[in-house]
């Protein structure tokens, strides 16, 4: 047992505001993207994207960042390191997180990139389409990271994404290292089967000896361990991990341990409108049911309960309180 | 009968972006803000009331940059004057505008302004409070005007907002000159009743002698006139002005010319989320029908399909293609 936390959970991410617009099939097509995934973007491409899509609305956004605002809003205690400019963006990005109860640690401003943006396309469906230029947040580097905050945090959480750019991937290692020197524990998000599949040596070697807690959906597993379906990757990853969160859309979720393997189902929803968001919220609820003491069923609902509220209007960010929620 | 215009409406405004978010009345109060109302405030107040507002979304506005939208939303064709900042929010206000095909002619940014921010507390009951940092748009003066535009459009729409700075009060009437000129009309909208208070004898002046088509609610004429009552408000008009649409909230709005007055019904709403924009996509549906040969009645009823719209949601401007909304 470690000495008591200041923080139940600290995130590490890429610090981006999301620019949302609604858009048909079509249009995703006719710009070569792969509906449902992410894609990072060079700044160029970013400005002719942004030319050609509709009206948007700009909301903060960041995996990781998006985690710890749903973790504030069940009641946890919630730190977020990540990069932004000197910008309206960055001003955004700071805002939005202080105002929910997350305590922000930004590292310093340098070089002459903008805050991140992803550019987000939601479709009739509610699917969404993300272009990322990542900006100033993929200068995060281990110089960056608050080791107190890391030290003093149950639990680190980190988002695969980080692992596109060398210098936050080396940021990640760094911030991992510090958590478990301090007795913590740490959790990775894997964030989009493309990502996974751009770093798939690494992600199988952080889970085997870096990663207490891991969070995933069934397409990121699949492509993690290179199988064709659900049942498989949850074969792989429990002989791998010491505890898994694996979500599946509509077929809820199952958590993983060496031990069993418990399914949690999702929460109804009436309408779903835009599924940005919904594995950072479902993870939110796990780590602060995790944190704050619950059984993993209960840490399953918990997520469940945050990712339905999430995918039920625009925007990655819960629109209530999630504690309010919480009715068991 | 004037020469064939290229342009049906073109709007000269404050070009702000809107920083959205929920607040409890007792937030309003606490903060010393009069709810409904829109006030200015200077960029330390701006910094301050933004720090303790909660989660925000952003969203170009602007009330005749709105309007603007509107128009084009109809299908009609319309062009936007108004001065912003070379940052973030400077791209988003532009962007928003061509995205739904507004010609967009900004002028040239100049000194050290940020692009301004209108910060919207909207209540429970779907009131909004405004708080204005004009920034760059107030530097908006009678050079950025691009003449050829406003010489080559049915109408020029004015927001009585910009009144509140000396030089973009001066470009208002350098625009309505130009637009007299060259024989189209102007259009005039008094935006809010403290706006009025603050300028009713210009106010009272421009009616009689240079506005064509007044817009305005209840509360505006009621200031204007110094009446108490929407009738009386209604009579005091009628003799001053060629053309008006007074808007009265969910009692729908009255046509004013000196011929007699014409009722028209608000469109029912399932449920008004926030009455952001009401006004300015009530005069958008009215100057989309003038400027295409509709009677007045039905200028009036495509201005109230424009409101019903835009309080349905969270935020001034349409969300759907406003040309669909219209059966008859």
Not at 114 to 139: E, F, K, N
Not at 153 to 182: C, I, M, N, W
Not at 197 to 206: A, K, Q, V
Not at 311 to 320: K, Y
Request: glycine share 10%.
């Amino acid at each position: 047992m470690s000495v008591p936390a200041t923080y139940d959970v600290v995130g590490v991410g890429n610090s981006l505001v999301d620019v949302i617009a609604h858009a048909e099939d079509h249009f995703i097509e006719s710009e070569g993207l792969v509906k449902g995934s992410m894609a990072l973007i060079e700044s160029d491409r970013a400005v002719s994207l942004y030319r050609s899509m509709g009206t948007a609305v700009e909301m903060s956004g960041g995996s990781a960042a998006n985690t710890m605002c749903g973790v504030a809003s069940f009641g946890g205690r919630a730190a977020y390191i990540g990069k932004v400019a000197d910008d309206d963006l960055g001003s955004v990005f700071a805002h939005d997180l202080r105002a929910v109860g997350v305590v922000f640690r930004p590292g310093n401003p340098e070089g002459e990139m903008r805050t991140g943006r992803c550019l987000i396309l939601v479709s009739p469906d509610a699917q969404r389409t993300m272009s990322t230029y990542l900006g100033m947040s993929s200068w995060l580097h281990p110089g960056d990271l608050d080791e107190t905050v890391i030290a003093d945090a149950q639990v680190t959480y980190l988002e695969g994404y980080l692992f596109d750019r060398p210098e936050a991937k080396e940021a990640f290692r760094a911030a991992a290292s510090t958590a478990h020197s301090a007795g913590r524990r740490v959790a990775l998000s894997l964030s989009d089967s493309f990502c996974v599949d751009r770093h798939r040596d690494d992600f199988r070697g952080l889970v085997r000896d870096e990663v207490d807690v891991l969070f995933g959906n069934a397409d990121e597993l699949c492509s993690l361990y290179e199988v064709g379906s659900f049942e498989e990757a949850v074969r792989a990853v429990r002989r791998e991990c010491h505890l898994a969160a694996v979500t599946n859309g509509k077929d809820g979720s199952v958590i993983v341990t060496p031990d069993g393997v418990i399914r949690v189902s999702a929460e109804p929803v009436a309408r779903v409108v835009d599924t940005t968001g919904a594995g950072d919220l479902f993870a939110s609820g796990f780590l602060h049911g995790l944190t704050s003491g619950r059984s993993l069923a209960d840490c399953g609902r918990l997520g469940s309960i945050a990712a339905a509220e999430v995918i039920s209007h625009v925007g990655p960010r819960p629109l209530v309180e999630l504690r309010r929620l919480v009715t068991f």
